[in-house]
């Protein structure tokens, strides 16, 4: 009787978030939110496409085919591709002008970049395919342009050869304001009438204290002007910018990407050796370099001061997604998720937030500097799966679910005012329930 409650419960979940995704899909590839988000976010497309795997094949094709339309001839996939219709959103596609000559023609994009998870969406696409030649025919499409873009990342993006990937903003990393990002940030100097060159429009739909501050949200312009002056040449933006990160969750989203092209290369014939080189030293410079035996987590690194940014989010844990601890490390991370500071809304909820709330700069409602997020619930619950804390894994699926059923598809939660906030009707929230709800 209660399973068939429960399945009756999830049925109603999936038909809500397919309606979410309905309003917000855009002919070739699916908004974020219309409001808040109007155009298309590389990170966000690959969430989206695992939420389509499930049940609609032709949106999927889309939404890669749409978002690879926007990458560049040196392999770069931009974190935005422009949608003419919308002109409310700010950074608009003019901001970043003029573009490299290595940008596509024809179509407007931001100049930097966010994960790889387009590549863990195309294989989510395969894996759940129903018409396997077909899917298999687009395989063969997707995998020199995904290869193509990793490849960037290890060219381009790799200044001391360290097999880690490093991020010049914050928004590359898709964590905006999470606190590990704040000090670097603050020590860069910004001329003090930035604020007044521009309009800030996030703060329109969405109340102010569940944004960016001020402070740090000119700091981000700040950086992409910088960029634009060195006419976005990647080893000149890499040279001269303030902010150089190897992003603990970036560089753990490359090795799950990395596996995943293994897997889309063997499919369609390729010869992947150079993947496997580049997931086999990425997973050892993240022991290398971001783990830290004392706190038993996972860190990003600051390479401009040569340390590790001791800020204990939620990213910390995302190596386990990509496979990348052993058991006894695995097991130290296990003990902190399942720690108090973790624990968010009501006692009974296991979601985790995105930064623990015993740390002094955690806000309940503001970003990415506590709420619950979906889309890094989803990493922890497939992480602890793999490791298999299996009981735990499920815990964090359902509360995650709960959250949802309850308040909403909303962009994130607080986890001490138990309220949805951010944008309404978000798209990977509602890609991911299904993702969670057919798992
Ligand atoms: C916010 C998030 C970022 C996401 C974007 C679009 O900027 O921080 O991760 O890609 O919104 O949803």
Redesign the pocket.
Known sequence: MHDEKHEKALIVLIRRARDVLKANWQGNYTA?SVKQ?PHQ?S??SGFITIGYSYFDEMRAKKELSSLLKAQWTNGMVPHIRYNPRYEHYFPDASFWHPLPDCAPEGVNTSCIT?PPLATIGAFYFYINAVDMEEAKRFLKHLYPRLLGFHRFLYKERDPDGKDLVAIVHP?ES???DSPAWKDILMQIDIPSGIADSYRRQDTLNVPAEERPEDEIYFRYIYLAELFKKEGYRQHRVVRRSPFLVYDVLFNSLLCRANECLIEIGRIVGEDTAELKEYLAATRRAIEKWLWNEEAGLYFSYDARSNAQIEKPSVASFSPLFAGVPGYEQAERLYAYIDGVCQCSLEESNSAVPSYPRCEEDFRSDRY?MGPVWANMNWIVYEGLKRYGYHHKALDIKESMLKLISRYGFYEYFDPIKNKGCGAKDFSWTAALTIAMCCD
Do not use: H, R
């Open positions: 974020p988000y976010w990170w966000d966010q928004w898709g964590m905006d990415w």
